[in-house]
Structures are given as C-alpha cells and as structure tokens.
Nanobody
Framework: QVQLVESGGGLVQTGGSLKLSCAASGSISRIDDMGWSRQAPGKQRELVATITSDGITNYADSAKGRFAISRDNAKKVVYLQMDGLKPEDTAVYYC???????????????WGQGTQVTVSS
C-alpha cells in the first residue's frame, strides 16, 4: 500500500513560519515530480510548488519569495518551508507525488490526506 502522509500544519500568527513534511511509504519503485497544493473552503485546489526528481523547483506567484520546497530522495520526503505567512495562506495543504508502485506498471499522481494551516490576523 502506497501512502503519502503530511505533517507540520497548525495555527500560526501573521508573519510566522511553518514547515510541512510529506513522507511517502510502501513499496515504491520510483518517485518523479513532487509538489504541494492547497484548498480553502469554497475554492478550487491550487498549485503552490513543485519539485522535480532533479531538484528543479517552481512556485505559484503567491508563494514566490516566501515558500521553499525541497526533497530528500533517500528518505522519500518532500518539505514545504513557509515563511511570512498571511491569512490568505489559510487552507488545507496537500502533498502529491508522481510515483510508480513496485506492484504496478504505470506511474500516477498520489495525494496525501492534507494538513490544516491556519494563519490568524
């Protein structure tokens, strides 16, 4: 069973920081792109950041200069360091990974269960 499990969410004041983690587990042959998205009530899920297996990163305009995505391929973990948090960052944050389970022939995108980030003003 392949799983992605996020951790590190919580309540923080405006201007504060949080570091989210997402660990992949199970029998996995390969992990390609990983990323983070977020969803607030009544809104569409939006991309926050992505990182390739080679470490190439991309960010939403709203995250540039404040968030940093990184990964540890040996640990099969992707991180999202969030600094200078704003109330509009409040959302459920989901990690994702394009990966190939050892029991499958094709890769697909897997999603974590989400972790709540609340930024108070």
């Amino acid at each position: 069973q392949v799983q992605l499990v996020e951790s590190g969410g919580g309540l923080v004041q405006t201007g504060g920081s949080l570091k989210l983690s997402c660990a992949a587990s199970g029998s996995i042959s390969r992990i390609d792109d990983m990323g983070w998205s977020r969803q607030a009530p009544g809104k569409q899920r939006e991309l926050v950041a992505t990182i390739t297996s080679d470490g190439i990163t991309n960010y939403a305009d709203s995250a540039k200069g404040r968030f940093a995505i990184s990964r540890d391929n040996a640990k099969k973990v992707v991180y999202l360091q969030m600094d200078g948090l704003k109330p509009e960052d409040t959302a459920v944050y989901y990690c994702n990974a394009v990966l190939l389970p050892s029991t499958r022939s094709f890769s697909r995108k897997y999603w974590g269960q989400g972790t709540q980030v609340t930024v108070s003003s």
